[in-house]
């Protein structure tokens, strides 16, 4: 290391280049070798500093102050300049580049059943029909026996049950929601409270079917009840008229054929024609014309005695659909197993 002593020229010089080196630095490497060079402890400052007692006493006092005032005057600079630095690096991390091409995130959307079945409970709610949810794990009692279905009826044997207890099981139709709301809301209606009982229940169903293109072992069906002084079958008619032209278009008629169900009478097989060709024929409908949705009928007066309502004054219809039937027919959908696969790409078709 040299020991000779530096001009206060060659200091100023020195300096020059340093505040260049500073300034020009554009990441904290470089700004830390230009500081080195004049600050450190083998930087041309300290050097300066040790050579002071070298010189002529009478010079001492000009240069030791001249080595302080760039000393403090660099010191400052690198400070600045490291500052600067670290606000640049912040800026590049936050900085949006609205250019650069993302990728799509993946959004949710409801499954096609939901998307139907809130289509479904939309229109009827329109009508003036309350919603009503009862349990899917349900007792004998409502599932069957007071809907005048006893035990060794056969129309037990038509359903294959899931039974979960004695007494319990987990219900094959949304019909016991009926008994549930009759109980409930039975009272008011005979009190003048209400005109009506009016409600739709959808939810889940059970059944131990073996799965196919139109069955499934878990579904949805979607009930109605109205029940009060003079409904008729003309009513059950009009609301399921509206209904189909409500969820299929305004074309579409409702065709009644006799049908039986234990807690009906009379009952009902419901058609719609078809939404496709208009009831000409085709490959939806099978050439017929027409399309078979849903079971309904007049409450059977059992059914009311069960809850105390008196068939010889009140009477009322009923009606259940099946959720994925409609879903099939709406979307054209020929395998009902394709609801519950999974398949991102079938069910991401059903943009609601
Ligand atoms: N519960 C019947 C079924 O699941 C449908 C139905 C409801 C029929 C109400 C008549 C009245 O098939």
Not at 196 to 224: A, C, K, N, W
Not at 325 to 348: K, M
Request: with cysteine; glycine share 10%.
């Amino acid at each position: 290391m040299s020991t000779e002593a530096l001009s206060i020229e060659q200091l100023e010089e020195l300096a020059s280049r340093a505040r260049e080196e500073v300034a020009a630095a554009s990441n904290e490497d470089q700004l830390n070798r230009a500081a080195a060079k004049a600050l450190g402890p083998e930087g041309w400052l300290s050097r300066a500093t040790r050579t002071i007692g070298s010189l002529p006493r009478e010079e001492r006092p000009r240069f030791g102050q001249a080595v302080n005032r760039l000393k403090k005057e660099l010191e400052d600079l690198v400070k600045q300049k490291r500052e600067e630095l670290r606000r640049r690096r912040e800026m590049a991390r936050s900085y949006l580049d609205p250019t650069i091409s993302g990728d799509l995130p993946l959004v949710g959307r409801l499954h096609p059943i939901t998307q139907t079945l809130e289509e479904m409970v939309q229109i009827f709610v329109t009508m003036g029909f309350d919603v009503w949810e009862g349990p899917e794990a349900e007792l004998d009692y409502y599932n069957f026996e007071a809907l005048n279905i006893p035990e060794h009826h056969p129309a037990r044997g038509e359903v294959d049950t899931f039974v979960l207890a004695p007494g319990m099981l987990l219900r094959t139709h949304t019909s016991p929601v009926q008994i549930r709301a009759m109980e409930e809301l039975g009272g008011r209606l005979l009190r003048g409270e209400v005109d009506r009982i009016q409600i739709i229940s959808p939810g889940r169903v059970y059944r131990r079917d073996r799965p196919d293109r139109t069955h499934l072992p878990m579904f949805h069906q979607v009930e109605g009840l109205m029940v009060g002084e003079g409904i008729s079958f003309a009513d059950l008619r009009g609301v399921l008229a509206e209904f189909a032209r409500l969820l299929f278009g305004q074309g579409t008629r409702v065709r009644l054929r006799p049908d039986y169900f234990p807690f009906v009478e009379p009952g009902a097989e419901v058609a719609i024609s078809c939404p496709f060709c208009g009831g000409g024929g085709c490959r939806v409908c099978k050439q017929s014309g027409w399309i078979e949705i849903l079971g309904a009928g007049m409450v059977h007066p059992e059914v009311l005695r069960k809850v105390e309502i008196s068939p010889e004054r009140y009477s009322g219809f009923a009606f259940g659909v099946g959720v994925e039937r409609v879903a099939q027919i709406l979307y054209q959908v020929d395998d009902a197993r394709r609801f519950v696969s999974g398949n991102f790409e079938f069910l991401s078709q059903f943009v609601g």
